[in-house]
């Protein structure tokens, strides 16, 4: 999952980014609302998470002009201002969600948790496929009752592959949701991660759950009829 975190003080927005990023969530962060909307404009997000008070442009108006250009993607808005008016402003606006500062991390990753499971059939808290589990709140993975240690780029990876299960997803996608701004798409860094995945998930396994679409991309699947290499 990969989210947009718009927050003009250096400092929280550092400690927000460096606990999403824990939390396995990949993480682009700007810190004035013109960028924001740029950045909204070109990248495929999961979430938005948009301080009030920025320079250029507030939150407010990022969010009134991301909604009339058709971005549907959920808006959590951060602020301290706490007035009614300023709540209903908010939401008026376009939010889906309004957290006053301060708030405590634990509070918000619920919130992000509950945005994301308003997209259709893509939150789900446990997904099986086979015999591989994935419990995407616990961040526990285990295929035949044995529990595998992932890191936290490799679950993240895993689960975007889960999500999409019995599809073929391409680079362009997993490199959009899975890895931030900073990502090389020159680099091989994400077969690298698909093989160590390989390691952990098929390794003393007849059925190999991730296969290669020559061409197109990977796909996590227990069906036959796709090529693995």
């Known amino acids: 999952m990969r989210i947009l975190l718009v927050e003009d003080e250096p400092n929280a927005a550092r400690m927000l980014a460096k606990g999403l990023r ?10 004035d609302g013109e960028r ?9 997000y999961d979430l938005i998470i948009l301080d009030v008070m ?10 009134r002009d991301l909604r009339a250009a058709g971005c549907a993607v959920p808006v959590m808005m951060l602020t301290a201002r706490d007035a009614v008016e300023d709540r ?23 919130r992000v948790r509950a945005l994301l499971r308003r997209k259709p059939a893509l939150y789900r808290e446990v997904i099986v496929v086979a015999d591989l589990s994935v419990d995407i709140r616990a961040r526990r993975v285990s295929r035949g009752g044995r529990e595998l240690d992932l890191t936290g780029k490799e679950f993240a990876l895993l689960e975007y592959l889960v ?37 952990k998930l098929d390794e003393g396994h007849p059925v190999k759950l991730i296969r290669t679409r020559r061409g197109e991309g990977y796909v996590l699947t227990a069906g036959e009829g796709v090529s693995d290499v």
């Open 54 to 63: 920025l320079p250029r442009k507030d939150g407010f108006r990022v969010c």
């Open 88 to 110: 209903v402003e908010g939401l008026d606006s376009g939010a889906d969600d309004y957290l006053l500062k301060p708030f405590e991390f634990e509070e918000l990753l619920a």
């Open 163 to 199: 999500r999409h299960a019995g599809e073929v997803v391409g680079r362009a996608e997993i490199s959009e949701h899975v890895w931030d701004q900073s990502y090389d798409p020159f680099s091989k860094v994400i077969d690298v991660f698909i093989q160590r995945l390989r390691r």
């Open 36 to 44: 924001a909307f740029e950045l909204a404009q070109v990248n495929d």
């Open 22 to 31: 824990e939390e396995a969530y990949a993480v682009d962060v700007v810190g």
